[in-house]
């Protein structure tokens, strides 16, 4: 089966009875799901189900993350026709993956948000399955954590970020994009010792014991060594990747919330999480993709790599090639 043979087929996300293999519908038309992966809440057999969380309650400033989601899934059909690069098996033909659509909520009952979330990805990792989470703002990430710590212990963090996001804030019932990880290690939940946070380049005096690798290490350092480096600390702990599509420059991924210049591009990126294949990681997400600031939908097609990656490394433990 090859592109050409996309007069055949359309509407992969509801008409596709098979759950693995790439998807040769054409790009342009078609029901939109994440890499055309079939939409279902029937999670039995299902290796990954990637789910979109559309929230931006909680920004300082550049609104629009809640259609982070659905433009990570667009852009993601330009990838579908093809395997992911640079990795010695197809993830996409060998693992058993689902779009398992966007998670309802109340959205005037913010308060109720965070427990809606955590039981969200609670149903999935109950089925046994591993979650990649599309954003969304960053504050997801401490709901979806508490779901993981449940089943695997205080989890290894490894962020990708312009922001540490582990500002002091000792409410745990507020709903802070900046504070959502200090809560996280305050609570027990994350274990900051054996945690990494990559692109850093805001000021934060307390980062509360994280290890910090900032933009300027990795372009001096080099991505392959960081890697290396990271894959140091993390160690056999089981490990959730965080990835704030504002650790890229704003040169490689404008359409977000809190752009901060000096970061990474989009190749340091892609060279550090190939090369971390072998950690211990349960689950991830890409958040703060807000397509209003980016009419070229850069950052969202940067998104969906990022999600496509997370897939990869998840594969990487079952397959072991």
């Not at 969304?136 to 540490?164: C, R, V």
Request: hydrophobic share 40%; with cysteine.
């Amino acid at each position: 089966m090859a592109l050409e043979d996309s007069k055949n087929f359309v509407d992969e996300a509801f008409t596709n009875p098979e759950l693995k293999g790439v998807s040769y519908e054409n790009t342009f038309g078609g029901a939109m799901s994440f890499l055309r992966r079939l939409y279902t809440k029937d999670l039995t057999g299902i290796d990954i189900a990637v789910t979109g969380v559309p929230f931006d309650q909680a920004v300082t400033n550049r609104p629009g993350t809640r259609l982070g989601p659905r433009a990570i899934r667009e852009a993601s059909t330009l990838q579908s026709p093809d395997e992911p690069y640079g990795w010695p098996f197809d993830a996409l033909s060998e693992l058993a993956i689902v779009d398992y659509g966007d998670m309802a909520y109340d959205y005037a009952n913010i308060p109720a948000f965070p427990d809606t979330l955590t039981d969200h990805i609670r149903t999935i990792l109950n089925a046994d399955v591993a979650s990649v989470t599309l954003g969304g703002d960053h504050y997801i990430s401490f709901p979806i954590l508490k779901a993981y710590a449940e089943k695997y212990g205080p989890m290894s963090l490894l962020q990708f970020d312009a922001h540490t996001d582990t500002w002091a804030d000792d409410d745990m019932s507020r709903v802070d994009h900046g504070t959502m990880f200090y809560k996280a290690v305050k609570s027990g939940i994350v274990d900051p010792k054996r945690s990494v946070q990559v692109g850093i380049r805001t000021t934060n005096e307390d980062t509360l014991g994280v290890n910090i690798i900032d933009a300027r290490e990795v372009y001096e350092s080099g991505p392959a060594a960081v890697a290396q480096k990271i894959k140091g600390i993390l160690g056999d702990n089981p490990v959730y990747l965080s990835f704030d599509i504002d650790g890229l420059d704003p040169a490689f991924a404008p359409g977000t919330g809190t752009p901060v210049w000096g970061g990474l591009s989009s190749i340091q990126a892609q060279i550090i999480l190939r090369d971390i294949a072998g950690i211990n990681i349960k689950g991830g997400d890409v958040v703060e993709v807000s397509p209003p600031y980016d009419t070229s939908g850069a950052t969202a097609i940067a998104g969906a790599h990022v999600a496509t990656q997370i897939i990869c490394l998840l594969g990487w433990n079952k397959l072991k090639p």
